[in-house]
């Protein structure tokens, strides 16, 4: 399975965009890009997912890199509620058997200040 | 619309004993997944049921079962626990399974064994 790297922590100030960079220099044109996130006490919660094209949704936007081997989370106003541990994971279209297994690396843990 | 919901919250086993931990998913979900969550190990796959049929299992003792049920509600059991197994217990659902889907998890099932 292509692995992902995400530094282990970032630091941000409320109300700044944050970008969270995720590397996985040997995906292949089948992975799909996940982002998921763990807040404090809680179970993790879906933020985004995208192939190729950048995404956005009201939570988050995805960029991707043209070469695929490297993605940014980028939330556009950071709030104190967006402190969390942030992963990166890839998801194979053609891995049928995987089925939704999800394989979290260790994540960025980012820290929001007021 | 309600939430994966997962019972009980909290659980003290004492080794050797055994214990079944419920899962909700989402109306109208039918994959349910389980994962293992430790400070030392992070985010484990333990096992995924789709349509009352496991479709992946994760590299766990066989300690480590699960079921589901024909309303896709889902359970875990860990038989002779031990102290390592302490950890939060995540299930989480999804509508169908696959890359494209995100995934919803619930607040999870604390698990202390003494």
New interface residues.
Partial sequence: DAKTTQPNSMESNEEEPVHLPCNHSTISGTD?I?WYRQLPS?????VI?GLTSNVNNRMASLAIAEDRKSSTLILHRATLRDAAVY?CIL???R????????????GTRLMVKP | KAGVTQTPRYLIKTRGQQVTLSCSPISGHRSVSWYQQTPGQGLQFLFEYFSETQRNKGNFPGRFSGRQFSNSRSEMNVSTLELGDSALYLCASSRTTGPYYEQYFGPGTRLTVT
Avoid: I, W
Wanted: no cysteine; charged share 10%; net charge negative.
């Fill in positions: 799909y996940h809680q179970g993790p919660e879906y997912h992963y998801r194979d279209l891995a049928n058997n995987a089925g939704n297994m999800l394989t979290f690396g260790g």
